[in-house]
T-cell receptor
Framework: NAGVIQTPRHKVTGKGQEATLWCEPI?????VFWYRQTIVQGLEFLTY????????DSGMPKERFSAQMPNQSHSTLKIQSTQPQDSAVYLC?????????FGPGTRLTVL | GDQVEQSPSALSLHEGTDSALRCNFT?????VQWFRQNSRGSLISLFY????TKENGRLKSAFDSKERRYSTLHIRDAQLEDSGTYFC???????????FGAGTRLKVIA
C-alpha cells in the first residue's frame, strides 16, 4: 500500500499561469478530500468527492479553482491564472469511512 | 462555522516529562483525528476516535464521549523525536470534511 500519492511534490509557476495538481487515493477508498495549508490560514478544507461525485466544494475559491475526479484512481485540482496568494501546500486525503489518510502534499509557489 | 480551538499553541518539554494537548470544539463533533506533521510536511495520523480513549506507546488520546466538545492528546516520557507540530481535526455529524485546529508546535529538549 503506497498510501495517498500526490504529484508533483513541488511546483513553481509564474503569475497568471495554470497549475494542475494530481492526487491518487489509496486503492479502494471511496472519498477524496483536498485541503490547503498556509502559514496565515492554517489547514483549510477545499472540496471533496465521494464515489467520484462532488459532494462539498464550500471551501473552494469561487474563481479560478476547480477540482475533478474523472475516475476512482485519481483526482485533480486545477488553478487557473495563478496568483501569489495561491502559494500554499495543497494536501489530498482519502478515506474509506471517516478516518482520513493524507498524502505528502504539493508545495505550490507562484512567483 | 464550526471552530476547533487548539491549545497550547507552542510547548517546550524536557526529555522524559509528560504533557497534554487539548482541542475544544465550538459545537458537538462526531469524531476527532490527531496528526503530527513532520519536518517534511507530511501529516502522520496518530489516532482516530469516535468515542472513548486510545493508547499507542507513550501517546494516549481521549474524546469526551458525553458532550463531544473536546479531545486531549497525552504525551508520556517525551522524547526528542516527538518534536513537531500536532494538529487535531474534527468531523461534524452529517458531513465527512474536517475542520482543523491551528496546531501545537512541540519542541522536546534534552
Amino acid at each position: 500500500n503506497a498510501g495517498v500519492i500526490q504529484t508533483p511534490r513541488h511546483k513553481v509557476t509564474g503569475k497568471g499561469q495554470e497549475a494542475t495538481l494530481w492526487c491518487e487515493p489509496i486503492s479502494g477508498h471511496s472519498a477524496v478530500f483536498w485541503y490547503r495549508q498556509t502559514i496565515v490560514q492554517g489547514l483549510e478544507f477545499l472540496t471533496y468527492f465521494r464515489n467520484q461525485a462532488p459532494i462539498d466544494d464550500s471551501g473552494m475559491p469561487k474563481e479560478r479553482f476547480s477540482a475533478q475526479m474523472p475516475n476512482q484512481s485519481h483526482s485533480t485540482l486545477k488553478i487557473q491564472s495563478t496568483q501569489p496568494q495561491d502559494s500554499a501546500v495543497y494536501l489530498c486525503a482519502s478515506s474509506l469511512s471517516y478516518e482520513q489518510y493524507f498524502g505528502p502534499g504539493t508545495r505550490l509557489t507562484v512567483l | 462555522g464550526d471552530q476547533v480551538e487548539q491549545s497550547p499553541s507552542a510547548l517546550s518539554l524536557h526529555e522524559g516529562t509528560d504533557s497534554a494537548l487539548r482541542c475544544n470544539f465550538t459545537t458537538t463533533m462526531r469524531s476527532v483525528q490527531w496528526f503530527r506533521q513532520n519536518s517534511r510536511g507530511s501529516l502522520i495520523s496518530l489516532f482516530y476516535l469516535a468515542s472513548g480513549t486510545k493508547e499507542n506507546g507513550r501517546l494516549k488520546s481521549a474524546f469526551d464521549s458525553k458532550e463531544r466538545r473536546y479531545s486531549t492528546l497525552h504525551i508520556r516520557d517525551a522524547q526528542l523525536e516527538d518534536s513537531g507540530t500536532y494538529f487535531c481535526a474534527a468531523g461534524n455529524t452529517g458531513n465527512y470534511k474536517y475542520v482543523f485546529g491551528a496546531g501545537t508546535r512541540l519542541k522536546v529538549i534534552a
